[in-house]
């Protein structure tokens, strides 16, 4: 699954460093990013997650809240409803829950999906997978089979929502179950796990993730729905992806860290392409210093997609935001404010918005606050 927080050195593996433009970044013009207003619990530590703007006076950012002590961690999702963000309550499940991911498909429609840890008498902690419903008063709890956790949603409407994490679950109006899907290794032992989930109609489903093909090597894998069965797609080597979005049958994307040849070598950021055929890496600039990834990617169009990670640093604060735009013929880097390390986990471009959202944390901001970032 995706990593809560992804280490800043991996082992090393298949390198395709040389998509890489040798070039540094090419910027784009700053100041377009601006952090906006966001409700701070004040505690030890908050970050955002996952945010899913649908319409731009209607968007869900969700991640969890990490308070002092032995305090359990609790969920905490923000709404937007066009002029501010304002703290909307999640029921607390057990001794610590947290949100990965959320999406809605109507003002009274939206999933947030995560993990719940339990203590039961006797019995090492648990964790297992959440689901959150909003009905466009308040979040419900609503039960989902199996153990582990869901890292991401996408909602397709009240009758149809799919979430991944260690495994698939599928929302058919009625309940969540469990779904059968194609295993990446050729053994068929270790499904391996998923980051992401991107649906843009009923029969055009993607869901990507990582799994290890042998000892200490860790490759990409992705899968798709037609609207009948799920099917394995291969994705090229020497990369992990943390995130997918789609705007057609031939034009998606996804986005990650090409893997090291060297432990000497930086993480560079991957940008994969979908052309309706096969999955192929494009180029995009390289990010000068320790490197860095992308875990966030959405799309408005075939020619406004943006995608956001951290940029990582020798020193303190260590990370920087990392922000890349492709406008239908290259991906170039672009500016954002960097005043308290912002460390970004998520980003949204919706088509028939003019609202992108990009959240995380303020790394360097004790106690260590929420971060929202938006362009318009």
Same mark, same amino acid.
């Given at each position: ?9 991996l082992?090393?593996? /298949? ?14 013009a ?120 869901l890292m ?24 969540w179950?469990?779904?059968t ?47 009948? /069965? ?6 090229p ?16 994307? /996804? ?11 930086t993480?560079?950021? /991957? ?57 239908g ?19 949204s ?28």
């Amino acid at each position: 699954m995706r990593p809560r927080r992804l280490p800043l050195a991996l082992t090393a593996t /298949a390198t395709i460093t040389a998509v890489i433009a040798a070039t540094g970044p090419a910027l784009a013009a700053a100041g377009a990013w601006s952090a906006v207003p966001v409700p701070n619990p004040d505690v030890q530590f908050t970050s955002l997650q996952s945010v899913d703007g649908r319409t731009d006076t209607d968007a869900w950012a969700v991640g969890y809240v990490q308070p002092p002590a032995a305090a359990p961690t609790y969920p905490i999702s923000l709404h937007w409803t066009g002029t501010a963000w304002a703290d909307v309550p999640v029921p607390l499940q057990g001794i610590g829950t947290r949100l990965w991911g959320v999406s809605g498909s109507a003002a009274d429609d939206a999933w947030a999906v995560g993990s719940v840890s339990t203590h039961p008498p006797g019995y090492s902690i648990l964790v297992s997978p959440i689901a959150m419903h909003w009905n466009g008063a308040a979040w419900t709890p609503v039960s989902v089979p199996g153990a582990g956790t869901l890292m991401g949603v996408a909602d397709l409407g009240p009758a149809n929502a799919w979430a991944v994490g260690d495994t698939v679950k599928h929302w058919d109006g009625t309940a969540w179950t469990s779904v059968t899907t194609p295993s990446p290794n050729p053994s068929g032992v270790g499904a391996g796990s998923f980051t992401a989930i991107a649906a843009r109609s009923a029969n055009d489903v993607w869901a990507v993730g990582s799994f290890s093909p042998r000892r200490h090597v860790t490759a990409a894998f992705a899968i798709h729905f037609d609207g009948t /069965a799920w099917s394995l797609v291969p994705m090229p080597a020497g990369l992990q992806v943390w995130s997918v979005t789609s705007v057609s049958a031939t034009d998606a994307w /996804a986005v990650g860290q090409l893997n090291p040849a060297t432990v000497q070598d930086t993480i560079q950021p /991957a940008m994969v392409h979908w052309n309706g055929t096969a999955w192929s890496v494009v180029a995009g600039p390289a990010i000068p210093g320790n490197g860095g990834y992308l875990r966030g990617v959405s799309a408005r169009s075939s020619n406004d997609v943006w995608a956001v990670g951290p940029q990582l640093l020798g020193d303190t604060p260590y990370v920087a935001p990392l922000t890349e735009h492709w406008n239908g013929t290259q991906w170039t880097q672009v500016a954002a404010p960097s005043a308290g390390a912002p460390d970004l986990w998520a980003v949204s471009a919706r088509p028939g918005t003019t609202h992108t959202w990009a959240v995380g944390d303020q790394a360097a901001v004790a106690p260590g606050t929420p971060l929202i970032l938006e362009r318009h």
